[in-house]
Structures are given as structure tokens and as C-alpha cells.
């Protein structure tokens, strides 16, 4: 017997039909003498719905105020879904119930719309599982020491999911979804891309927040800080697989040293275009120009991303960097009206149209010329490299955003993702 984590995305939660089918396949896991909690998103299309109505009120929430709104409005979604669920694992003949971030509670900070869990109180959830209940906790939501219902960014429910798993150390936590897992990079860029039987939380994390949208990122630093294992796996199979087939299906992210590890040097591509690049040109090169010209951006709460600056040339350098494409035309702004008069640079140069593609992989940590490969491929392909980044486990490059497509698929091809690696001797 194990507690389990459960969490189901809007796609599984989409009709009182699918919840049947959620409900259908938690009982199969009771029955199988485990203790389950279980963590549901809003119904598909739900928490979208709930923010345009808010939107059509009040299009520009910023205020605290208006965000906490957002946030009491929002969290409803999440709300209908776990009491519905509760309903129909009762209709299973299961005892169960339901609650909300506040009841249990999950505590959190004040940042409306993207909160961060500080702790969880898993008094009452073992309580229940002791008493032979399934419990049901909503996704996405909690409260901050005001008393104030919050909720945790977009795709929050994930993160929900993994803190409860770790406040609960819940053997697993598994995030049923609408894609079967982790992928070598997006089959639909890449029809041969292969799904990864595991995954290190490290690379995990890299995959997430360089473009892969199957977890919130949040969750996967969840999982690494409280080591929680936690598995991917698809929600359409039919709730009544053997127990066994289900439980080993998917993609398990686990720990480096797990001997179950792929033993892969590179173990997926990704990319997004999510990113606007911004140079300055003709920066007079002295201490303190990077803070001028960085500062302004962070105090306007833009994230900055890929950094460069080149050597300079007659006391005189380019300095580049990436802004979130949505903060393309603010970054824009704050530099033309801010910086560009105090620190005598020659121009100002912005392109939206680029995208980042990155092989990540932990084995890079051992193995060199894995990023000359990827050079190598690319100027094959006649694709310009504007920007480089790398970290222990990544290499990250900005190019034109017409060529991504391109660049993934032949990337893929050179580090022959489409193939399962060979255990290493
Ligand atoms: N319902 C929320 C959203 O759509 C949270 C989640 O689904 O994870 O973002
Ligand atoms: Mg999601």
C-alpha cells in the first residue's frame, strides 16, 4: 500500500463524462489498496472563460486589489471540479472529499495571479486517508496570511499536485495529462521524436523553462527541491488498463544517480518563440554600463534572459540581450526614453522574430563537443547564429525564428534522438 498523488488536467476533467472516467480510474487504484489523493484542474476551457468575464469588467486588472478579484474569480474553476469529482468517486461507492486550498490549507504569499506555496498543513489530508477517504484537493489555488484566496499563475495545478505530494511524501506523484510524456523535443515538429521512459528532474527543469509545456516549471522545482517522484502519463488511456501497465507507463522524471536513467548524452530539443532580442549598439564601454542599461528594464519588472556583450572596439561595444516577447514594445520604450540619453550609445536595434532552440541533456556535463555538433548542424543547414548561451547541462542559441522548425528537426536528427540510447558499458 502507498499514497499516491493523482493529478488530472482540464482535458480529463472536461465533461461529468470524463470525471466518471477520472473516478472509474481512482477506484481502481483504492481497490488496489492504495491511498490516494487527488488533485484536479478547472474543466477545459473553464479558468479562460472565468478571466475574459473578469476582463470584460475591468480589461487592465493591475491594482492588488483588482488581482486579488482575479484570483476569487479564478480559483472557482478549480472549486466546481473537485466537488464534482468527490461526487462521483462517492458514485464509485468510495468515501471521499473534497476541499479547497483554504480548507486544508495551502498557504501561500500574496502575489495574486502568481503565488508561491510556502507550506502546507497535511494534518487533516492524513486524518482523512486514515479514516479510508480519497481526498480531493483543488489545483491552482490557496491562501495568504490575510486570509485572502490566491492562485498559483497558469497551469498552477501542477505545482499543487507536486507540493502535496511532498508535503504528504506521497511514494508518487502522477500528472495524467493530454499527451502519453516527456518527448525527445514537440512530435509535431518532429514526427520521429520519442517519448523518454525517464527524465532527471535537472533536465526537466531546462526542458520546461526553455519551451516544453507539459509541466509548469514551478512544479518541476517542486519536485526537485523535496525530491518527489513524479511521472507523466496519458489520460486517455481507458480508465480500466491493468493497474500495473498504467503505473509504469509515461515518463518518470527522476534523480541523476536513479540507476533507471537513460543513459543518453543529449536527452531532448527545445525551443520557443516566446522572446524578442534588444541591442544596444555603440555603448561607450566603462564600469557600470551594464547596470544602466539593465536596471531600468528590471525595475519596469521585465525578465531578461540571454545576455551579451562583445568585446569593444575603440572604448566602444554592443551590448544584446532577450526580453519576453510580450514585454517587447515596454523594453523598447523604457531604453529609448531612459537609457539611450544617459549613456551615449550610437543606436538602439530590436528584432521580435527570433527563437531560442536548446539541446539540454546532463550527460553534456561529461562529454565534449556536444555544442560544436549543434554549431556544426546548424551551419550545415545555412542557419545564422545570433545569440549563444550555455549552461552545465544546456546550449542555448537565438536564431531567426523562420529557421526553428528546421533547426529542431535537424538537430534531432544529428544527436539521433529518435533512437533509444545505448546503456552505457
Ligand atoms: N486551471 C488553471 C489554468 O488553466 C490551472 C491549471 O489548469 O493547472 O491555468
Ligand atoms: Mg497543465
Redesign the pocket.
Known sequence: MALIVHKY??TSMGSTERIRSVAQRVAKWVRAGHQLVVVP??MSGE?NRLLGLAKELLPNPQTPQALREMDAVAAT??QVSVGLLALALQAQGLQAVSYGGWQVPIATDSAYTKARIASIDDQRVRADLAAGKVVVIT??QGIDPQGHVTTLG?????TSAVAVAAALKAAECLIYTDVDGVYTTDPRIVPEARRLATISFEEMLEMASLGSKVL?IRSVEFAGKYRVPVRVLSSFTPWDIPLEEEAKSGTLITFEEDEKMEQAVVAGIAFNRDEAKISVIGVPDRPGIASQIVGPVADANIDIDVIIQNVSHDGRTDFSFTVPRSDYARAMAVLQEQVMPAIGAARLAGDAKICKVSIVGIGMRSHVGVASKMFRTLSEEGINIQMITTSEIKTCVVIDEKYMELAVRALHKAFELEQAPVAAA
Open positions: 488536467g482540464g484542474s478547472a479558468t474553476g478549480e489545483g491552482f497558469r497551469g498552477g495545478s501542477d509548469q
